[in-house]
């Protein structure tokens, strides 16, 4: 019987390669010589740091070109509110999504099966498995989880025939 796994993960490699180009364009910029901006990376979140809301704005876009050059879909990336931190600086926390969240995968399911498409449909931890008769269905419940526009950067993985 046909499957496959619906999963949401982001790679870390990529993200700290990311951080560290962009770290590299801050420091070599004109308009943030003698600031306090920097990123830094702990396991699933980065901490963004600027001296003013502008330089964290300048630094976000940076931070999002290096991920884009990556291939990193940002969409994993939850930004946090703005907080002041010491010295006049401001920071800002950001939360890197690892998985499909148990609200998400039921939104799913629940409109693959509105869509009596032949396929059955099981929640493991954070991911999806499909598996169905045909190779056509399984084809099917994948055009139909981009057609619900999930804000998460989902893949489709572990095809098995």
């Known amino acids: 019987m046909p499957s496959f796994d619906v999963v949401s993960r982001t790679d870390m490699q990529e993200v700290g390669n990311a951080v560290q180009g962009a770290m590299r364009e801050i420091g070599t910029r004109y308009d943030f010589k003698g600031s306090n901006c920097s990123i830094e990376q702990n396991d699933e979140t980065l901490t963004l740091t600027a001296d003013d809301d502008f330089k964290l704005k300048q630094v976000q876009e940076i931070l999002k070109g290096y991920l884009a050059k990556r291939k990193v879909d940002t969409g994993a990336f939850e930004f946090g509110k703005v907080e002041p931190a010491s010295g006049a600086s401001v920071r800002q926390q950001v939360a890197i999504k690892q998985g499909i969240e148990r ?36 084809q099917g419940a994948i055009a ?13 993985l572990n095809f098995r025939d």
């Not at 929640?123 to 169905?132: A, K, P, T, V, Y």
Request: charge should be positive.
């Open 103 to 138: 609200e998400t995968a039921q939104k799913i399911v629940k409109e693959i099966k509105k869509s009596k498409t032949k396929v059955q449909v099981a929640i493991q931890g954070d991911e999806l498995r499909i598996s169905g008769k045909k190779r056509d269905d399984l």
């Open 144 to 156: 139909l989880i981009k057609e619900m526009k999930v804000t998460l950067p989902l893949q489709y």
